[in-house]
């Protein structure tokens, strides 16, 4: 199986998990940035970006190599914005139907709730990649104080890498 591990990461916490996932899985790993990047600090981050998030806007991105052709499983990993996925990564879900795919979904959020994973679930649907809304596939969904915790990150890693397999 040929794996790939795409990713948006603002602050670094997404990026530290997929890095772990693509490493695990020997998987490529692919990064999106947004060009221009949104602002990282004050009220215009959550305005500029969690307004963004919220209206399913998609951001410009930075040039990046993917072909879906290559791969036989696509893993997602996004912050949570306003209870959504990134703008960069609406661009990518825009811009790729990977259909025939196995899927996995990774999601960062200070609250640890789930909204990024059905928002991703949902644009994969409406998208035609997942046959039905509720298709199987295999997700982990951390906050950013648990992406700090070596053992725990580590062990919820292993969990979800040996649930995808599972899938296959």
């Not at 020997?26 to 940035?33: F, I, T, W």
């Not at 009220?43 to 969690?50: S, T």
């Not at 679930?121 to 295999?138: I, Q, S, V």
């Amino acid at each position: 199986m040929n794996y790939v591990v795409v990713y948006y990461s603002m602050d670094g916490h997404t990026k530290g998990v997929a890095t772990k996932v693509a490493k695990k899985l020997s998987a490529k790993l692919v990064r999106l940035e947004c060009n221009p990047p949104y602002p990282k600090t004050g009220a215009a981050k959550f305005l500029k970006g969690g307004s963004d998030a919220l209206f399913d806007r998609q951001a410009k991105l930075a040039p990046y190599e993917f072909d879906e052709r290559d791969f036989d499983v696509v893993i997602l990993a996004s912050p949570m914005w306003a209870g959504k996925a990134s703008p960069a990564m609406n661009r990518f879900l825009h811009e790729h139907v990977l259909t025939h795919k196995k899927i996995g979904l990774i999601s960062l959020s200070k609250s640890g709730r789930d909204g990024c994973l059905v928002d991703m679930r949902r644009k994969l649907y409406e998208r035609g990649t997942l046959p039905t809304a509720d298709a199987p596939l295999e997700s982990l969904n951390l906050t950013e104080e648990e992406s700090g915790n070596e053992a725990e990150v580590a062990g919820r890693i292993d969990n979800f890498c040996d649930r995808l397999g599972k899938l296959l």
